[in-house]
């Protein structure tokens, strides 16, 4: 039974890995963009709008991965309810 609660785990801390790693990529990719458009329209816009728009763009990451993070805590505790529904029908 250790082996595999410790199977589990290695494998839910590599998928966690695997989807920080994925988040990291897109708010790269979202930043990298914003960057790209503060550039080109720094003579448009008003320094102040491009300043702010950076600042968010900068914080993205933490919103998106606490989001995310409680998004997959309340799908892991739907699923213990679902698994003690299940329990419940078996004979």
């Keep these: 039974m250790i082996n595999k ?5 290695q494998v839910t801390c590599g998928v966690f890995g695997w989807y920080s790693l994925r988040l990291d990529i897109l708010t790269i990719i979202v930043l990298a963009a914003g960057c ?3 550039i080109l329209l720094r003579g448009k816009v008003e320094a102040v709008l491009l300043s702010m728009m950076l600042q968010y763009l900068l914080t993205l990451q933490t919103y998106l991965k606490s989001t995310m ?3 997959g805590e309340i799908m892991r505790k739907m699923v213990a309810v679902q698994r003690l529904w299940d329990l419940d029908k078996v004979p």
């Design 5 to 9: 609660t410790t199977t589990a785990n």
């Design 36 to 38: 790209s458009s503060a």
């Design 69 to 71: 993070s409680s998004f």
